[in-house]
C-alpha cells in the first residue's frame, strides 16, 4: 500500500500533460487581483501597504496607522495572502486547496478523498509542501 502512495504522488501526473506552466503560490494570487483592488503605490518600506499610510507609536495608543495624504474612497490601503485558510465542508468540493478557487472540474488528491485542486500545479505544490503532512494515508 505505501508503494501504490509513492507512485502515485511522483507519477507522471497520471498521464496528463500541461501546455504551459502555471504560476503558484503568491504569484498565482498577484495575477488573480483585479485592477481596481491592487495598491497604485506602494509604501517604501512596506510593500503589502499603500503610501497613503504611516505606521505610528505613541505611548499611550501604541502602535497605529495614519492618513499621509487624503484617502479616496474605495481606495486599497492594505492587501496581503493569508497565513492560514480553512474551507468550509459544504465547499470542499468546489474550492482549491491551495489557491482557494472555485473550480467547476476540480482534480482530486491521489491518495485520499478530503481535498481538491484546481489544476495539476496545485495540486502537486500542495503534495510536495504542506498536505504530505495532513494527507490521511500518508
Known amino acids: 500500500q505505501e508503494a501504490f502512495i509513492n507512485l502515485a504522488k511522483t507519477a507522471g501526473e497520471e498521464g496528463i ?7 503558484t503560490g503568491h504569484a498565482k494570487e498577484k495575477l488573480d487581483i483585479p485592477d ?8 517604501p518600506r512596506m510593500p503589502a501597504a499603500s503610501d497613503a499610510i504611516r505606521v505610528k507609536f505613541e505611548p499611550n495608543v501604541g502602535r497605529h496607522v495614519v492618513a499621509e495624504r487624503d484617502i479616496l474612497p474605495g481606495e ?4 496581503e495572502s493569508p497565513l492560514v485558510s480553512c474551507i468550509m465542508d459544504e465547499h470542499v468540493e ?17 491518495t485520499c478523498s478530503d481535498v481538491n485542486f484546481c489544476s495539476l500545479s496545485c495540486r502537486t505544490q500542495a503534495l510536495q509542501s504542506f498536505h504530505k503532512y495532513a494527507c490521511r494515508l500518508t
Open 36 to 43: 481596481f483592488l491592487s495598491i497604485k503605490t506602494p509604501h
Open 76 to 79: 486599497v490601503l492594505f492587501i
Open 94 to 110: 468546489s474550492i482549491c486547496l491551495v489557491c482557494l478557487r472555485y473550480t467547476t472540474s476540480p482534480l482530486p488528491c491521489p
Open 17 to 23: 500533460k500541461e501546455d504551459k506552466e502555471e504560476p
